[in-house]
């Protein structure tokens, strides 16, 4: 066990809960999902995503949960507390590796969202749409392409952001995150159920409630259980370092309820994003629910000028609360990506919070500042042939990312004692947990599967029906 006698955590389960959830509530939720779900069939998309938050997501909740408390150390010295002198060690470093980087690029979308925040509540979309009717077509996306080209604005938002984040890690882990996380996830929640309901008046609504809830099997494909399996991956903040967070739990917080409380959490943000943002797409003609990643900084902000033209009030309010709601979102993971890196500065090297939280943030606006330029300026340096926020996106997201994941669940499954696995799913006996062995089986070899899976075609750009195709074509010509 950790020697950190007197060690920071969160003061209450609600505190301990609501922060969990923030880590994992984020960008992936209220942008990345609407587009996944978009481009990939919509109802076909959820049916196969709530079945692989069951089978992979909250499982993998439950190990690094697990691993956390147990330890009782950062997520960078969780596994050399519990596996001293031996190779696991690496993944709690990549662990902390992966978070600090994605932090950096990732601040620069916030910085985005605090723009489109200010462009929403100072009226500019309907500016925008004025210039459209006059024969502007792309003013929505002029309009975003050169903020982002822009060599400084960006660079002023990127810098209240992290003004933003960094005066809660200092406060600490109960009197900063845990006293937000309270105030911050009931408000986005409240604020989520208000646009829903707003939307559900919208002249698409009928048809965005058919896109996302008529299940058809039909359309259920290898690379639409490929997307959503992907997508549970990223939005649930796996192998980013959530062992941290739960290295914060109180001893009587019972893992099993909360991982599936943060999944069922995380995936109702996921899914009211989508009932706001797909009545929308489909109140304007023209526009597409698989518009991508310029759905929410293009297409959003002209949808919502062309649907809400003629009532003005709701042509300012609608877009200015829905890009609060973003930024609520992006905000909680951000801080959660910053405590990972600061937790570890702080307690590997043995210096004072206040210190470790200025050196990741340095850090994080040094890198953040090549991150942002790279969109603009710095655009004509590439590293393997992608610019520097790009190559970022990549080198986590696609390599380090699943196999810090992946080291999560091997981790748990063979190197974690029974015993171990008992006394933290069971809180040394005082909860049950009935389904021990289907864990260890999933743990073990189905869900180290399935990532590499996620990594290889990732890696190699395959689509897996493809592959799958390619394979009854050989059987079927070796049997001839």
């Known amino acids: 066990m950790s020697n950190l006698a007197s060690r920071a955590g969160f003061a209450t389960k609600l505190g301990g809960l609501l922060a969990a959830a923030g880590s994992a509530v984020g960008l992936g939720n209220i942008w990345r999902f609407p587009t996944q779900a978009g481009q990939n069939g919509g109802s076909a998309f959820l049916l196969v995503y709530l079945v692989i938050i069951f089978l992979f997501g909250i499982p993998l909740l439950i190990s690094e949960f697990a691993i956390g408390r147990h330890a009782k150390a950062n ?44 462009e929403a509540a100072a009226g500019s979309f309907v500016t925008l749409g004025k210039a459209v009717v006059q024969g502007n077509e792309g003013a929505f996306a002029d309009n975003f392409v050169n903020f982002i080209t822009n060599p400084w604005k960006p660079l002023v938002y990127l810098l209240i952001v992290l003004a933003l984040i960094h005066s809660v890690i200092v406060c600490g882990v109960e009197k900063g ?27 698409g609504a009928s048809k965005a409630y058919s896109f996302l809830f008529d299940f058809d099997i ?23 370092g959530i062992v941290t967070y739960a290295s914060y739990f109180r001893r009587d917080v019972n893992l099993n309820r909360t991982a599936l409380s943060v999944g069922i959490l995380d995936t109702l943000v996921a899914i009211m994003a989508g009932l706001v943002i797909f009545p929308a797409v489909f109140s304007v003609a023209g526009s597409e629910p698989s518009a991508g990643a310029s759905l929410v900084f293009i297409s959003l902000p002209r949808v919502f000028n ?60 040094v890198i953040g500042i090549a991150a942002s330029l790279s969109m603009g300026p710095w655009d004509e340096y590439k590293i393997f042939g992608r610019n520097f926020f790009d190559f970022l996106d990549y080198f986590t997201s696609q390599i380090i990312l699943p196999l810090t994941g992946m080291g999560a669940a ?43 899976v996620i990594m290889v075609t990732q890696l190699f750009e395959i689509k897996l029906s493809e592959v799958i195709e390619s394979v009854k074509l050989f059987i079927d010509n070796a049997g001839k």
């Open 75 to 118: 997520v960078g010295n969780a596994y050399t507390v519990l596996a001293p002198k031996t190779p696991w060690k690496l993944i709690g470093f990549a662990s902390v590796l992966v978070a600090a980087v994605i932090l950096c690029y990732y601040n620069v979308v916030v910085a985005w969202v605090l723009f489109y925040l200010q």
């Open 177 to 203: 995150i845990e006293r937000l996380s309270k105030f911050l996830m009931p408000m986005l929640f409240v604020l989520l159920i208000l646009l829903v309901i707003f939307a559900s008046t919208m002249d």
């Open 218 to 240: 039909d359309k259920v494909t290898p690379d639409v259980c490929l997307s959503a399996l992907g997508q549970c991956f990223y939005s649930f903040s796996i192998g980013m």
């Open 306 to 365: 062309t649907s809400l033209e003629t009532v003005p009030f709701l042509n300012w309010l609608i877009p200015t609360v829905f890009y609060f709601v973003l930024l609520v979102a992006a905000l909680t993971s951000a801080i959660f990506l910053h405590e990972v890196a600061t937790a570890f500065v702080s307690e590997r090297l043995k210096i004072k919070r206040t210190h470790a939280a200025t050196c990741v943030t340095v850090w994080s606006l």
């Open 410 to 452: 091997l981790f748990v499954g063979w190197k974690m004692t029974t015993y171990q696995l008992w006394y933290e799913l069971t809180s040394r006996g005082s909860f049950k947990f009935l389904w021990l062995r289907p864990f260890l089986f999933l743990v073990r070899f189905v869900i180290p599967a399935l990532i590499v």
